[in-house]
């Protein structure tokens, strides 16, 4: 069964900076749109941004936007996700997802393949 890898998680001071990745060994990920979300205690899953597979569509809830940079190196099968200028309302467990295919990126239910997650914590 596919299931993708995140990768980079940990913990940082306010302001600073960590890059996420997310993999899948012996399945090519270039096909498909690619989502990051994030899920923190208490509350829902919620998209953070996407990428098609060429990577010239992309999109960032509006809480990210500026900071956060997703993009993607279908030659070494991985999605990337820069995070700048970290808060300590960005700590959640990111997780990575392939788009089924219909329906909104916004929407976690159109997303299938969920890695298990990595935690990103900001100490304020």
């Known amino acids: 069964q596919l299931q993708l890898v995140e990768s980079g998680g940990g913990l940082v001071q306010s302001g600073g900076s960590l890059r996420l990745s997310c993999s899948a060994s012996?399945?090519?990920?270039?096909?498909?749109?690619i989502g990051w979300f994030r899920q923190a205690p208490g509350k829902e899953r919620e998209l953070v941004s996407c990428?098609?597979?060429?990577?010239?569509?992309?999109d960032y809830a509006d809480s990210v936007k500026g900071r956060f940079t997703i993009s993607r190196n279908n030659a070494s099968n991985t999605v990337y996700l820069e995070m700048n200028t970290l808060r300590p309302e960005d700590t959640a467990v990111y997780s990575c997802?392939?788009?089924?295919?219909?329906?909104?990126?916004?929407?976690?239910?159109?997303?299938?393949?969920w890695g298990q997650g990595t935690q990103v914590t900001v100490a304020s």
């Open positions: 990428i098609n597979p060429t990577g010239d569509r992309t």
């Open positions: 997802a392939i788009y089924l295919g219909a329906g909104p990126w916004n929407d976690p239910a159109n997303f299938g393949a």
């Open positions: 012996r399945y090519p990920l270039r096909n498909y749109d």
